[in-house]
């Protein structure tokens, strides 16, 4: 045996020194693609939320400074302007009291709907490319961002399956009501951090809970979450206070009613979360507290709503009536509301029934009661202090009505609580299909094609749209820099009002480099300092606006041009300027120029500096 293994072969020595050859690394690309593949289902989801929302606005591409919306004009006019100021954070020139319009006052931009961080956060695409390309990236992002935000909600913390979460997502971000506040109202359309908020509400919950803990509460998930609530409640304030608002009452009712329906999980969690609430609240005021002081007691801040709760009321009828909107809606039901930017209600008796239908058999589960309950509170709500119906007043009082005379609350629009509802309907359509596909038998087809056909009687119709009125070349040339310094106050003549307001397209186009007097904003000017649309005009303007109404030339005698010249220097202005494509223009001028002499021509447009 021992001569045997003498003479065996022995392990060769050099074989130890071999490496074994490397595993090639992934290549960047190779990483990606291999994420993408992972996540191909999302990504679809995504992409056809994406395509649907540029199929809905494509009425204003490929061409958006040419193109605007037919349907509210005047208020893309006014979110133009808006990101057009919001853009100048850029070189330093901003303000939350801007005087680049209502000359000399100006305008308190925490108390109008200025969109300040989308403003500031697309500012660049602003500067490079104007800001009607910036409104519609946002029109269209706005709806895809909504319904990406809700879709990975439902998938990651509802655990939803994609299809499930896909169909409750599309009603999220292109239901009735968002897709009608998409004609103009950008601040509304924003609620693509409504799913955080949410999501940061579930995890501070979860957290909260010591269930299955021995340490008790999870108490680093409870600070982080209340930072990133914090946080995330900032940044809407910014975005869209409105929003904010409805989503906070409705998170209240939904944690009420869901605290009394695990009553149990109420009594674990309730001291940890109250806690963590608090903490968010205070970390948010932190920031916003200045903010909002000026919003309501800064210069030009109002603290009242200006729109009547009487008029802005959801008429009862509306709600099972399917929207102009939709494909299959009719104009005639447009009588039920009161503008086509207000079509928050018509979610039809299809959708209705099918939800109520899901919410039945989905049964007393928790989530199910608090969305049951936030819809009917919201829903109820967005009646306004009397019930409507058909358009014709009831007398019977609606839960509205208990708002009343709270500061702050009273001046929401109650129509718009009805917002609130289309997330509650899609996450109870979400969890019914969700159920339903992981089940057996006939309820695993009905569920999801019940669904489905409900919500395509509420699938919409792109955004109306037409051409834009071309801006004078004295604006788009840049003559105006030879009648205004940069900073200084221009005056266009008509100026702009609330319900014209299209010579702030000038500003627009300008980069908003110059102030106006008078305009289309929030201030005020109502009585005892109340909110008012628009400020009071001065009489040489009001002289002016009637000539470019009726066409009738107006008296000028000595007191017609000392109130000019004395107008004048209160608005601070450098130069008036009446462009050619001003109505009654020839009038105007001979006017003009009896109040200031001879007018200088440049371009299109006869100019007088001061």
Not at 95 to 105: F, I, K, Q, V, Y
Not at 379 to 396: C, D, F, H, K, Q
């Amino acid at each position: 045996m021992t001569s045997a293994a003498r003479t065996a072969p022995g392990p060769d020595r050099d074989q130890a020194l071999r490496l074994d050859p490397a595993a090639p690394r992934p290549t960047r690309t190779a990483r990606l693609l291999a994420t993408a593949d992972r996540h191909r289902a999302d990504l679809l989801a995504g992409l056809l939320f994406t395509l649907l929302a540029g199929w809905l606005t494509h009425g204003l591409w490929p061409a958006p400074g040419q193109r605007v919306l037919a349907l509210n004009a005047a208020d893309q006019t006014l979110y133009e302007w808006f990101l057009a100021v919001d853009s100048r954070a850029l070189l330093g020139d901003f303000s939350l009291l801007t005087d680049r319009l209502n000359a000399p006052d100006g305008v308190n931009l925490m108390a109008n709907t200025t969109v300040i961080a989308l403003g500031v956060l697309l500012a660049p695409v602003t500067w490079a490319f104007g800001a009607p390309v910036t409104f519609a990236l946002l029109a269209a992002g706005n709806l895809a961002g909504t319904a990406v935000a809700w879709y990975l909600l439902f998938t990651r913390t509802l655990r939803a399956r994609r299809l499930a979460a896909g169909l409750g997502a599309a009603l999220c971000g292109f239901g009735p009501g968002m897709v009608s506040q998409s004609n103009g109202h950008l601040h509304m359309t924003a609620q693509w951090l409504v799913p955080v908020i949410v999501w940061l509400v579930i995890r501070l919950l979860r957290a909260a809970d010591p269930a299955g803990r021995p340490a008790g509460p999870d108490r680093w998930r409870l600070a982080s979450s209340a930072v990133g609530l914090a946080a995330a409640v900032t940044a809407q304030l910014f975005i869209g206070e409105e929003v904010l608002f409805l989503t906070a009452v409705t998170l209240l009712v939904m944690t009420l009613a869901y605290g009394l329906t695990d009553r149990a999980l109420l009594r674990r969690a309730l001291p940890a979360f109250g806690g963590g609430m608090m903490v968010a609240t205070g970390l948010a005021l932190l920031v916003l507290a200045y903010p909002l002081w000026y919003q309501f007691a800064g210069p030009q801040g109002v603290a009242d709503g200006m729109f009547s709760p009487d008029y802005f009321s959801a008429d009862l009828a509306s709600w099972s009536t399917l929207s102009p909107q939709s494909v299959l809606g009719s104009a005639a039901a447009s009588r039920l509301t009161t503008g086509p930017a207000e079509y928050n209600t018509f979610l039809g008796w299809p959708l209705l029934l099918v939800t109520a239908a899901c919410a039945l058999w989905l049964g007393r589960r928790p989530l199910v009661v608090a969305c049951v309950a936030g819809a009917l509170v919201m829903g109820a709500l967005s009646l306004g202090p009397e019930v409507i119906v058909a358009g014709e007043r009831t007398g019977l009082p609606a839960p509205y009505a208990l708002l009343a005379g709270v500061p702050v609350v009273d001046g929401a629009l109650p129509m718009r609580f009805a917002l609130a509802v289309l997330p509650l309907v899609g996450t109870v359509l979400t969890l019914a299909v969700d159920r339903a596909l992981a089940a057996s038998g006939r309820a695993r087809r009905l569920v999801p094609l019940a669904v489905g056909a409900a919500l395509l009687t509420v699938f919409p119709t792109p955004l109306p749209t037409t051409d834009r009125p071309a801006l004078p070349e004295f604006v788009t040339a840049g003559h105006w820099r030879q009648c205004v310094r940069p900073g200084g106050v221009l005056v266009p003549v008509p100026a702009a009002t609330p319900a014209d307001p299209w010579p702030m397209r000038w500003a627009t186009a300008a980069d908003a480099a110059f102030g106006m007097p008078e305009g289309f904003f929030i201030g005020s000017y109502g009585r005892d300092g109340s909110a008012a649309m628009g400020t009071y005009k001065r009489p040489t303007s009001a002289l002016l606006a009637d000539i470019a109404k009726r066409g009738v030339p107006a008296a000028v005698g000595d007191e017609q041009r000392r109130q000019a010249a004395r107008d004048i220097q209160f608005w601070g202005a450098s130069c008036v300027a009446l462009t050619d494509d001003a109505p009654h223009a020839e009038t105007l001028r001979r006017t003009l120029e009896q109040l200031f002499g001879p007018g200088t021509r440049v371009a299109d447009a006869w100019t007088w500096r001061f």
